[in-house]
């Protein structure tokens, strides 16, 4: 018998003083892999401590601080030389990623996937319930046998109890209650009387909720929602980080276009001039003079707007930094070190191994994959729930009492709360029990709902990720489409580039020689501007196929070096 409460107590003492659950401090998904590290069973990502260290009694009474301190913004001053803001991709690339507010924001998202993950730990969490009364009673008496004419009673009784759920389902109870009664009633053979008594009891589930597996599925559901999570912000990253690269590449398109602008008022401005000298020497009307005033009028204006436009561009490009943040830095001029150069490489690109490429590396894709298995556990923790609650249940309680004891004969037995302790643990008055309970849903329709509710749900999963394979080829498939339609347009661009600077060449040896009028120069210039602009346009075009194919490969973030942590 005291070995049985010895294992007992060695068994409530184990579960308080160990650390289950020690604490996840990082978890984080690499890019171009399959796997997230995972938590193991017996941890979670919050640190929990445990009754008695020091740093449980700081959690519970210290007063949390509600304040929320915004970093500023990081390593900025390192991109700065001479006055001026200088940006490779790769620099503004690694400054989005360490300052973007968005994606600060999809990063602090998963923190809440992460404290579920402590939530479903709760049901094994062990617990301490204590308590103590005093009560002091005075009643009439209504007989002879109450052994006082007023019955006084002063009655104080206390409980200590430990509860703790296993993992298996084995749900344990171990305490210890005693009661001191003090009474004026002659007849009580015991006064101050004490009642200890030890009690212990178990409920082990034999159908519903039984073994480690089916205890724990709230645990792995959990882990398995946190992996959603972070494949989804994955997705929401490299959405964000697409939008980011657009914007350098548009402060790019409008720095190219000024300078064409820039390059063609320049033009217009020598043939304005030149016309001005021959009006002066008579070898041209007066009226022939409208023409280059017009054309060199409108060059500033295209100039005017180019200038405004590279503005607003760059205001958005300080946004995706965080610049704009530091009063110091948001006015100092950009300089973007990333030129404009046509596509170099001729190769043909294999569709079908871009595709493969993508329906493997595709976070979003990942992420529907992951919640099929999520959906797989679901359907395993409603099935259980339609079995039978059928459970062995036992308990043993041991009694012991002690006090000032009065003999009949008159005389008094000396005793106190020790002799109750001290018979509590001999073990000499034993209360066992056994049994079974069952309860029996006869019509379980809520288990049953619940368990159509998860296969609606895998099936629903199923059909998202045969549709998102199908978007995925499609977007692949068109975005190999237009990075080949880019080359070509590139390589056509250039060559009608070419071409307008011949013609330009011809028509202004025409004019010089006298056979051939300034309309036809002028003419010639704008031709050769919208060229310009074209190829600039067509080549900035193709820098945004190639990330818009990353992006469709789920490659863009292991090409540009990123990692989400």
């Not at 039978?388 to 036992?394: A, I, N, Q, V, W």
Request: glycine share 6%.
């Amino acid at each position: 018998m005291k070995r049985i409460l010895y294992c007992v107590l060695s068994m409530a003492m184990v579960a308080m003083a160990q650390e289950p659950m020690a604490p996840q401090k990082v978890v984080e998904t690499k890019t171009g892999s399959d796997s997230v590290n995972p938590l193991k069973w017996n941890q979670d990502p919050l640190d929990t401590p445990q009754f008695p260290r020091k740093a449980y009694f700081r959690k519970r009474f210290e007063v949390p601080s509600n304040q929320i301190e915004l970093r500023p913004p990081a390593k900025i001053e390192d991109s700065v030389q001479g006055g001026k803001l200088e940006l490779s991709l790769k620099n503004f690339l690694d400054l989005v990623m360490g300052n973007n507010t968005d994606i600060e924001i999809q990063r602090l998202v998963v923190e809440t996937q992460k404290n579920a993950i402590t939530r479903a730990f709760a049901p094994f969490d062990p617990n301490f319930f204590g308590s103590f009364n005093s009560q002091r009673t005075k009643t009439p008496t209504t007989n002879s046998l109450q052994g006082a004419s007023t019955l006084n009673q002063l009655s104080q009784p206390s409980q200590f109890t430990f509860t703790h759920l296993l993992d298996t389902g084995l749900q344990y109870t171990a305490g210890v209650t005693t009661s001191k009664l003090s009474t004026n009633d002659s007849f009580q053979l015991f006064n101050p009387a004490y009642t200890t008594q030890f009690v212990s009891s178990f409920t082990q589930p034999l159908l519903r909720n039984r073994g480690r597996e089916v205890n724990r599925l709230p645990i792995t559901i959990a882990r398995g929602n946190l992996k959603s999570g972070l494949l989804n912000s994955e997705a929401s990253i490299q959405r964000l980080l697409v939008t980011a690269e657009n914007a350098y590449w548009d402060v790019i398109a409008a720095r190219e276009t000024l300078l064409v602008q820039e390059k063609a008022l320049e033009l217009a401005a020598e043939a304005l001039k030149r016309s001005r000298r021959e009006l002066e020497l008579g070898a041209i009307s007066p009226l022939d003079i409208y023409q280059p005033e017009a054309q060199y009028a409108a060059a500033e204006i295209q100039v005017s707007q180019s200038r405004f436009r590279l503005q607003q561009t760059e205001d958005a490009l300080r946004r995706q930094i965080s610049v704009d943040l530091n009063p110091q830095l948001r006015t100092l001029p950009i300089i973007l070190t990333e030129t404009v150069l046509p596509p170099s490489d001729s190769t043909e690109m294999d569709r079908e191994k871009l595709v493969d490429t993508a329906l493997r590396t595709r976070p979003d894709l990942k992420k529907i994959q992951n919640d099929i298995v999520v959906d797989d556990l679901e359907i395993r923790q409603a099935t259980n729930l339609l079995r039978p609650d059928f459970s062995l249940r036992g308990g043993y309680i041991s009694t012991g009492r002690g006090g000032t004891q009065n003999l009949r004969s008159g005389g008094i037995i000396p005793g106190g709360f020790t002799d109750s302790i001290s018979q509590l643990f001999g073990f000499g008055f034993p209360i066992w029990n056994f049994g079974v309970q069952l309860r029996l849903p006869l019509r379980d329709r809520a288990a049953q709902a619940g368990l159509a509710d998860t296969l609606v749900g895998k099936k629903l999963d199923a059909l998202s990720a045969r549709t998102q394979e199908q978007t995925i080829r499609q977007e692949v498939l068109q975005a190999v489409s237009q990075v080949e339609s880019s080359k070509a347009s590139v390589k056509l661009a250039i060559v009608n580039r070419d071409l307008a600077q011949k013609q330009l060449d011809a028509e202004q040896k025409k004019f010089d020689l006298g056979i051939q009028q300034i309309f036809f120069v002028l003419d010639a210039q704008g031709k050769l501007v919208t060229a310009e602009s074209q190829l600039v346009n067509q080549s900035v075009q193709y820098r945004r196929n190639i990330l818009n194919l990353l992006r469709s490969t789920g490659e863009l973030l292991n090409e540009r070096g990123v990692r989400v942590q």
